[in-house]
């Protein structure tokens, strides 16, 4: 009995101390971090016409998970390898506007090895100059590429084709969410703010976007847990267990390729059938309105690592865009493809294509990236 008591307070002691030492722990990360944090400026803002973009001329950092990278925008708010004025007019013989979300922005990547960064170089360098601008941020989706294309073109920017880079998870935004910003009025429906219209004409100078407040999140009142959680993280993910755990997640997002997905109520109040059904009504409304101002349009399609860990390899995506260019696009870039090819050679495959931790291409799937497209736009 006597050693059944002293046990039990041994156990308590040392309970107590644990706690103990756990909340002087955290009275210290707090303190430490009221009193160094800062918040570094935002780049990101909103915008009345297509919801959200990136500032205009910003030369700071943007952090992406556990990522941090330089974000440089030019005056239209796009990103780019310097500050610098972009006219409405063109300065070389041809321009060309990508647009796409965040894996064209380039997210968790510096710009001048993102596939878009790639391409700004390659055109600038060319004999015959031509000049990439990159209007993607993360995010956008059909809807959103339709509004900020019209804002752009009724705002007087001159430009010869336009670049979508159709992403996986579009199908899932147009499901779920801009509502407010659709021009159809069977969308439009389901917007629920009553925030009053637009109706100041376009104009360049009003692209940049509205800066964002900073909300100060959780882990910026705890800086030393947060860099100890993201050291084990990134030792912990390296283990091929944990990698295939990864992959073999049902990313509901990604997963509406596959034929037995039910996505439910992820994909309200659409469904993954109305989204894709209003994906292509507003990439209709685009390819119409670039149609009527001799714009020519390209659509590009390429896998999430979702789609290559479940062999997705003739994918409804590729299905879809590739029947809605045969009447709307000067071209249709298939890269799954590629993509495969690069899996098949690889037996580490997403290690060496994606970013750790992340579904976005890593430094040489960007490459990868830009090879395949290159060669149809350079």
């Given amino acids: 009995m006597k050693f059944w008591h002293s046990s039990r307070r041994t156990y308590l002691t040392l309970g107590l101390m644990f706690v103990y030492g756990a909340a002087l722990y955290f009275l210290f990360d707090f303190a430490y971090s009221e009193l160094t944090f800062q918040h570094e400026p935002l780049g990101r803002g909103s915008h009345p016409v297509f919801n959200h973009t990136l500032l205009a001329n910003f030369d700071g950092y943007d952090t992406w998970g556990h990522l941090r990278s330089r974000l440089i925008t030019n005056s239209l708010g796009f990103r780019d390898s310097q500050v610098r004025d972009v006219t409405a007019s063109r300065e070389t013989s041809k321009r060309i506007v990508l647009i796409g979300d965040s894996f064209t922005e380039g997210v968790g990547s510096a710009f001048d090895v993102s596939f878009a960064g790639l391409l700004e170089h390659a055109g600038r360098m060319r004999s015959d100059p031509i000049e990439f601008l ?148 507003n ?75 992340d579904l976005h291409y890593s430094t040489l799937g960007n490459r990868i990236f830009y090879d395949a497209v290159a060669r149809r736009l350079l």
């Fill in 283 to 357: 990439m209709q409304s685009l390819a119409d309105l670039l149609r009527a101002r001799g714009i020519s349009l390209t659509v590009v399609v390429y896998p999430w690592s979702f789609q290559l860990a479940h062999d997705d390899r003739e994918s409804r995506q590729v299905r879809i865009w590739k029947t809605f260019c045969e009447t709307n696009c000067k071209a249709f870039i298939n890269l799954f493809d590629a993509f495969f090819a690069e899996k098949d050679a690889r037996t580490h495959w997403y290690e060496e294509l994606f970013i750790p931790r």
């Fill in 134 to 281: 990159n209007a993607g941020v993360l995010s956008y989706s059909p809807v959103v590429y339709y509004r900020k294309t019209k804002f752009l073109i009724e705002a007087g920017l001159q430009f010869d084709e336009l670049v979508v880079f159709i992403d996986i998870s579009d199908i899932h935004d147009e499901a779920t969410t801009y509502f407010c910003i659709d021009d159809h009025p069977q969308y439009r429906r389901f917007c629920h703010d009553e925030s009053p219209a637009q109706v100041s004409p376009p104009n360049l100078a009003d692209i940049g976007g509205i800066p964002v407040a900073h909300q100060k999140r959780l882990k910026d009142h705890f800086l030393v847990t947060t860099q100890l959680n993201e050291m084990i993280a990134a030792v912990t993910t390296k283990s091929e267990a944990q990698t295939k755990r990864f992959l073999t997640q049902q990313y509901r997002r990604a997963a509406w390729t596959q034929p037995d997905f039910d996505g439910g109520n992820y994909y309200a109040p659409l469904g993954i059938e109305g989204g894709i059904s209003r994906a292509l009504a």
